[in-house]
C-alpha cells in the first residue's frame, strides 16, 4: 500500500479492504453456525420437531453463502467503478 500514498484511489482501497475483511468474517461465522447446526441436529432422535427445524434452519443458512460471491462481485465492480469516477 506504500505505492498508494497520497492518491485518489487509496480511499477506495481502505474502504474495499474493509469489506472484504467484513465479508470475510461473516463467511466463518456462517461455517461454523452450519457445522454446529449440522452436528447438533444428528444428535437429535431422527424425525422430530426439533431435528426437522434444525435441518430446515440449516438449510435456510446454507443458501447465504451464495450471496457472499454475488456481494464480492458487486463491491468489486463499485470499487472499479469509484477509481475511475475519483479521477
Do not use: H
Not at 24 to 32: C, D, E, K, N
Amino acid at each position: 500500500m506504500k505505492l498508494l500514498k497520497d492518491k485518489k484511489g487509496q480511499s477506495v482501497i481502505s474502504g474495499l479492504q474493509a469489506t472484504i475483511f467484513g465479508l470475510g468474517s461473516l463467511a466463518i461465522v456462517l461455517t461454523i453456525v452450519l457445522y454446529v447446526l449440522t452436528s447438533v441436529g444428528d444428535e437429535m432422535p431422527a424425525g422430530s420437531t426439533a431435528q426437522n427445524a434444525t435441518l430446515d434452519m440449516t438449510t435456510s443458512i446454507g443458501k447465504a453463502p451464495t450471496w457472499i460471491g454475488i456481494l464480492v462481485i458487486v463491491i468489486f465492480a463499485g470499487a472499479v467503478m469509484s477509481f475511475f469516477y475519483l479521477r
